[in-house]
């Protein structure tokens, strides 16, 4: 078994690592920038922009993945950190409530102000905001019980941009930059994406999670090929040979050795014979041979169909670390 706390600490010491907490549609990404000042302990980190706290249960498992992305030769590389089903539930609020003092907010200033749960109803993270404000805080009782869309408080928090805190079982994350206007960017760093028509959607085909398991909280170790915002680089092979370390130590292990039988395939200039069809085997066949045009050259003809995948199978264009 994994430490996962142990490599959760590992990853927070890292500021090329960016991480995400709750699921499509409702999500906060904590990122920091390699000469960003930062606060924090073993288990947290706290810029002037956001920060987070990462402390997994002993139940918790890390599973290290690779999917495809976007065009050409991207992909994702990510850690999840996973619980068995009956441990990630949360309130599953559906309605604007308020919860009173964050008495466990990462920085002791911020402990006076109230969270307000949104009532987005997503199982597997309370999506909040924390304000101090008592302008704000009358709105927020007057529309108590109520929808978050039914009424001005939506419009309100944009205007406002009160503090964004997402809990789950593992941890927090907390975000402090203003919230974009409609129509707007997110800014570079942290961020949340508060996307209603994509709430309740599940993992992608390609995302090996374990059954009985879901992801709560995801690591974007530092990509070979993009920074943590997908801005690309000069490809960087040590960075690569890590994260290979990272789906040595906690990948699924039958997944590990068919990347390792591409390679070895493709070096030795054999023929495909007997991929496999489901959707998690392809990615990895897809990644794997991503991997090799940036370290070995074109890839040869024959492979070329299982390098470029039909669009159900990528992850969408915009994830983290998308190299």
Same mark, same amino acid.
């Given at each position: 078994?994994?430490?996962? =706390? ?6 927070? #010491?890292? *500021?090329? %690592? ?28 706290? %810029? ?6 990462? +402390? ?6 890390? /599973?290290?993945?690779? $999917? ?25 609020? %559906?309605?604007? $409530? ?18 307000? @749960?949104?009532?987005?109803? $997503? ?22 019980? =109520? ?12 205007? =406002? ?28 760093? *942290?961020?949340?994406h508060l996307l209603p028509h994509l709430?309740? =959607?599940?993992? #992608?085909? $390609? ?8 992801? /709560? ?9 993009? @920074?943590?915002?997908?801005? *690309?680089?000069?490809? +960087?092979? +040590?960075?690569?040979?890590?994260? +290979?370390?990272?789906? !040595?130590?906690?990948? @699924? ?18 023929? *495909?014979?007997?991929?496999?069809? !489901?959707? /998690?085997?392809?990615? /990895?066949?897809a990644v794997t041979l991503r991997q ?15 390098? !470029? ?5 990528? !992850? ?8």
């Amino acid at each position: 078994m994994v430490d996962a =706390r142990g490599l959760a600490r590992e990853l927070l #010491g890292d *500021p090329a %690592t960016g991480w995400s907490m709750g699921p499509p549609g409702a999500i906060a990404e904590f990122a920091r920038d390699p000469d960003e000042a930062g606060d924090g302990d073993a288990g947290s980190v706290v %810029t002037g922009r956001g920060g987070i706290r990462l +402390d997994p249960p002993p139940s918790a498992l890390p /599973v290290a993945y690779e $999917t495809p992305a976007g065009p050409e030769l991207h992909w994702t590389q990510a850690v999840a950190f996973c619980l068995p089903e009956g441990e990630v539930r949360r309130a599953g609020r %559906t309605t604007v $409530t308020e919860l009173g003092p964050d008495a466990d907010a990462l920085r002791a200033a911020d402990r006076g102000a109230v969270l307000v @749960d949104l009532g987005l109803g $997503t199982p597997t993270v309370d999506a909040c905001v924390r304000t101090a404000d008592p302008e704000l805080l009358a709105l927020v009782g007057a529309h108590a019980g =109520r929808s978050l869309f039914d009424g001005p408080l939506a419009a309100e928090l944009v205007a =406002r941009s009160p503090h964004r805190v997402f809990l789950t079982a593992v941890g927090r994350v907390e975000v402090y930059a203003p919230i974009p206007a409609p129509g707007g960017r997110s800014p570079l760093g *942290p961020h949340t994406h508060l996307l209603p028509h994509l709430i309740g =959607r599940g993992p #992608g085909p $390609t995302v090996p999670l374990p059954a009985g398991h879901v992801a /709560v909280a995801h690591a974007y170790p530092a990509h070979p090929a993009a @920074d943590h915002l997908g801005r *690309p680089h000069p490809f +960087d092979a +040590d960075r690569l040979a890590a994260f +290979d370390a990272l789906l !040595d130590e906690a990948g @699924d292990p039958l997944l590990r050795a068919l990347k390792e039988s591409v390679r070895d395939a493709v070096r030795a200039g054999r023929a *495909p014979v007997e991929l496999p069809p !489901d959707p /998690v085997g392809r990615a /990895v066949v897809a990644v794997t041979l991503r991997q090799l045009a940036r370290t070995d050259g074109p890839t040869p003809a024959e492979w070329r169909p299982y390098r !470029d995948v039909p669009a159900e199978l990528l !992850d969408p264009a915009g994830d983290p670390n998308a190299g």
